[in-house]
């Protein structure tokens, strides 16, 4: 297992099921589609012109118009097709060693925001050692919730914690690391979880927005 390429297999199962779901179907992405979610992925691998955008507010314009134009003019199964491909050889994305680094997670939080978009879903049962992986990809947290005023510490239930922030009230979030994942992603409402913790800090947490 320590070999297995979990970026590859997130990807597979999220193409699958949107190749089920079609391009019209809600996402925990505010405001997308799978459509939208779908153009969002393949722009991030194949438009590197344009990828600056979803990290660069100044540049996100660009971005938000060729994320459009490539969901007008591409049909959803050719999308689909090419996400499934992955990044081409003369894309930054294609580099060797990119694709676990920069989409385990990103393919794994994807795929959650179309499944727990559905009705009547449950948390997948991942194995011990995805779930061990994603509990040290974390760490990244630190990005997402560096603008958050609150001390926040992860906790899992084999005991392990992290600190992500250092400043203010504290609060600390309980859960497997993979649903501690989706927490830090943003998706606290899908995010089977506990906060504990100060009150103040508690209720910061539950009015706070950030999206990775």
């Known amino acids: 297992m320590a070999n297995q390429n979990w970026a590859r297999a997130e990807r597979d199962a999220l193409c699958d099921l949107l190749a089920e779901t079609g391009p019209d179907a809600p996402t925990l992405c505010e405001g997308w589609t799978t459509g939208d979610l779908a153009a969002h992925l393949v722009l991030r691998e194949r438009r590197p012109d344009a990828a600056p955008g979803i990290m660069v507010p100044l540049l996100a314009g660009r971005t938000e118009r060729v994320q459009r134009r490539i969901l007008a003019e591409t049909p959803f199964p050719r999308l689909v097709g090419l996400l499934r491909q992955g990044p081409p050889a003369w894309s930054p994305m294609g580099l060797p060693g990119i694709d676990g680094v920069a989409n385990t997670v990103e393919f794994f939080v994807h795929h959650e925001d179309?499944?727990?978009?559905?009705?009547?879903?449950?948390?997948?049962?991942?194995?011990?050692?995805?779930?061990?992986?994603?509990?040290?990809?974390?760490?990244?947290?630190?990005?997402?919730?560096?603008?958050?005023?609150?001390?926040?510490?992860?906790?899992?239930?084999?005991?392990?914690?992290?600190?992500?922030?250092?400043?203010?009230?504290?609060?600390?979030?309980?859960?497997?690391?993979?649903?501690?994942?989706?927490?830090?992603?943003?998706?606290?409402r899908a995010a089977r979880v506990e906060v504990t913790?100060?009150?103040?800090?508690?209720?910061?947490?539950s009015q706070s927005r950030w999206r990775m």
């Open 114 to 188: 179309v499944r727990r978009a559905r009705s009547e879903w449950e948390p997948r049962q991942l194995s011990a050692a995805f779930e061990d992986l994603l509990w040290r990809r974390l760490s990244a947290g630190r990005f997402l919730l560096r603008r958050v005023p609150v001390q926040v510490t992860l906790a899992e239930p084999e005991g392990r914690t992290q600190r992500l922030t250092k400043n203010g009230k504290q609060a600390r979030v309980h859960g497997l690391p993979s649903e501690l994942t989706l927490w830090t992603a943003g998706r606290g």
């Open 197 to 205: 913790g100060e009150a103040e800090a508690v209720n910061v947490l």
